[in-house]
């Protein structure tokens, strides 16, 4: 079997069938906000609903007068009982057939399919993407499942064997190399048990499968934990619960925990029956559970990815319009708010003001609004504190740099917060040019030579992704050799530094983006999930 990525905009597009496409994603909006916002939902814990003395209620970012329903403030108490459930299902699901895991997530992924449409109108409704961005989401989850399915059947559930010769000399004791019996050797990748998986709001379909899928499939069990209070995003956790339990996952293998970090987040890290954390989210947060759990003596496997503060470099012998078209795309896609977004620009002086004309004329085209509407670009922030890290951004762009394009708020006549996407020139040395921001906010500098864009590019605590722009092979060489950061990129049209697809690109952060050096989508991600057990046996 082959892997096949699932690219369906682009294939509705190629076969001429894009008002169809419409069609389904309009009809599957009106389908869920008729049948499916608004309802009260529990937790679920060794398969079995759990409601508790609180709710949250969660409302969509495009207008928060939207509910889209009320979930369970899930306490420290409830993940307790949660690890218990993972912690007693492990002993089965570790030693069913990894032949049979795969046939369950490859179901899985058929009924993310069958449902794609339904799973992408939840997901722009809950947290404000456009049609288009949720679609690829939803496509990347099903590449994450028959990626990670397919993987782990071409490496034979990670098992090797090997074997010692026996020998007819004799010795009377043992010692490094000694002679001896025949030994069959197995060298087997193992399970660690429970997996917390920590999801984040901003791709809570594609990044939450992911890393449970990733966990489950290797062996492992899961409690997980969908962004719940801060920026919610508990429906489409809900919904990978539920087309996880249709593909076949037994209870207790799998539970579903809605609740503040501050409680079932940190039950995870402080438990000593969790043997592993997968999380997505900031640097803070990241490095402060593996602190906390280390300090406690547990040695958990932490997987983490920690946010960036991604750069792009325009050369004077660039294409202009690509680049400007590239980091438009990087820079403002679901407005700024994605680890991989582009924030910073470093222009060769040269070609600077060519540059920021034809990017600004890319800024002007972005239609700002509800973005279940086809035609919209750019939708809400996620949230007041958004929209309070935008204002701050503007207010310090206006008093130490130059304002060039955006910096005010839109009325969109929906109760959400909508902005402009915003440029701003500033000096490298100011604090916006290394702070993540999670906004649609582009600073801009320039550079004289090739050396100092690289320097300026690499000062960061973050190492996750980046772009460059040059027609000179010299220039592309440089970069490709000094750029730190896991996720490059040259002369692409589409996105600077966003949009890793699946089988292509191994998505990894080095530095403060990440932890192993090893990425999402590449053949060394579920490795990290098991570790390694040499089995000897003498006949």
Known sequence: MDFENEFTY???????????FDSLFDGAVAKVKSYVLGKRHPIYIDGKETYCAS?????????????????????RENAKQAIEAAHSAFAVWSQTDYKERIGIFRQAAAIFSRDKFTVAAILSIENGKTRYESIGEVDEAIDFLNYYSLDLEKNRGFVRKTKYGASSAKVSAGF???????????IALRPYGVFGVIAPFNFPISISTGMSSAALLTGNTVVFKPSSTDNPAMLTGLKIYEIFKEAGVPHGVFNYLTGPGSEVGDELVINPKVGGIAYTGSKSIGIGMIMKSYLLGQQKSFIVEMGGKNPAIVSKHADLAKAASGIASAAFGFAGQKC?????VY???SVKEEFISKLVDKMRQFKIGDPLRKEVYLGPLISDAALQKYNYAVAEANRNGKMIYGGKSVDTGLKGSYVEPTLAELDHASKLFHEELFIPFLCISTFKAMDEALTKANDTEYGLTAGFYSNKRGEINAFLGG??????YVNREISATTGAIVGLHTF??????GLTGKGTGSRFYLQQFMREQSQSVVK
């Open 10 to 20: 682009k294939k509705f597009l190629e076969q001429d069938r894009e008002e169809e």
């Open 347 to 349: 222009v060769h002086q």
């Open 176 to 186: 490094q190399g000694a002679p001896g019996r025949e030994e069959n050797v197995r």
């Open 340 to 344: 991989s977004a582009c924030s910073r």
């Open 508 to 513: 990894v952060g080095w530095k403060g983006s």
């Open 483 to 488: 750029i730190q950061a896991g996720v490059v």
């Open 55 to 75: 709710e949250i209620e969660e409302y969509s970012p495009i207008d928060r007068s939207m509910l889209i329903g009320r979930f369970q403030r899930g306490t």
